[in-house]
């Protein structure tokens, strides 16, 4: 199809395939060579289609009969005498790409005036945009799936090495806001969720994740040894932070180069990625050094109501002896 200025989309040429035309080169005397004139064809088609409507009866003899003559009449008619039949029609499209591809195939629907589940718009195009929507799909389902993994495997984990399985939702949650946010920015730019975009949006939860993991370890190093929790968030952020600074500069130029490529889709990875490297070391130091000081003032809180807890115990285990040392004594 060819794009007017107002952005419809026309057909390429003429209808190629259809079984009116197949009819009507069998029933129409053209007078040129290779003509498939048929008289008695043409008179019995003449006889069905006379009055106000077409006799069905005769126009099944035709269908049969053409059917037996023609072998490529079956290609363009699936003849069902007991239900709808099945038609073909095919004309050339000029769609260039997947998204004019898409555009033809909800154009042709929505030119449709019948039901959705009989007509069906197909082309080599539109068999590829088809599978990539459904790969995209799977993959959109697959990070839900991944997200949830992660954080159980983290808790998991934190709970084995540390006891405190909660880390796992300081370490995953901040990625799905990278993921909200890279979606955003996406739409944003006009990128589109490709099955190439969308891999890069898997991955960010891998690459989240290990900023993520970094800054809480070396909080908690940094927590263990002062016990201060503001200090320890300004220690990780001086030391660990500037080093995960460094390391996604280097990664998010070297992916970002892609966006110098010939190739549109290699571009919009590029732009993706270099955008989910930085929207993740942000995230990171944006969410976990603050939940993380929330972390350790709730550690240094249940650290002195378990102090608390063992000076009332020693002073009543105190208050006990020297009751029973004065009652000892006064015995005596």
Do not use: C
Not at 29 to 56: F, H, N, V
Not at 173 to 199: E, R
């Amino acid at each position: 199809m060819r794009t007017t200025p107002n952005g419809r989309l026309l057909p390429g040429g003429a209808i190629q395939t259809s079984y009116e035309l197949l009819i009507h080169d069998w029933v129409t005397d053209s007078g040129q060579p290779g003509d498939r004139y048929d008289p008695a064809l043409a008179a019995q088609y003449r006889d069905a289609t006379e009055g106000l409507q077409i006799d069905s009866t005769i126009m099944q003899s035709i269908l049969d009969r053409l059917e037996s003559q023609d072998p490529q009449f079956s290609h363009s008619l699936k003849n069902n005498p007991d239900g709808i039949d099945s038609i073909l029609v095919q004309f050339p499209t000029y769609s260039g790409d997947s998204i004019g591809a898409r555009q033809v195939q909800e154009e042709l629907e929505a030119l449709w005036q019948g039901d959705d589940h009989v007509l069906t718009a197909t082309s080599d195009a539109i068999i590829g945009v088809t599978i990539t929507d459904s790969i995209t799909e799977r993959q959109t389902e697959s990070i839900s799936v991944t997200i949830a993994v992660a954080l159980g495997i983290l808790a998991i984990f934190f709970w084995l090495t540390h006891r405190q399985p909660v880390l796992a939702l300081v370490a995953v949650v901040p990625i799905v806001f990278v993921l909200i946010w890279v979606l955003g920015t996406m739409a944003l730019l006009g990128i589109p969720y490709s099955l190439i975009t969308s891999i890069i949006t898997a991955l960010s939860i891998g690459i989240g994740v290990d900023y993520t993991i970094h800054l809480i370890h070396r909080y908690r190093e940094e927590f263990s040894r002062l016990r201060d929790p503001e200090q320890a968030a300004i220690r990780t952020l001086a030391t660990t932070g500037s080093a995960l600074l460094g390391s996604a500069m280097t990664t998010a130029l070297g992916l970002g180069v892609l966006i110098a490529s010939p190739l549109l889709a290699s571009q919009q990875f590029g732009i993706t990625a270099a955008i989910t490297i930085a929207y993740s070391l942000i995230i990171s130091i944006l969410v976990v050094p603050p939940a993380m000081t929330v972390w350790g003032a709730f550690q240094n809180m249940r650290l002195r109501s378990t102090m608390q807890r063992m000076w009332d115990e020693l002073d009543e285990a105190i208050d006990d002896i020297q009751e029973r040392h004065e009652r000892e004594s006064s015995t005596s």
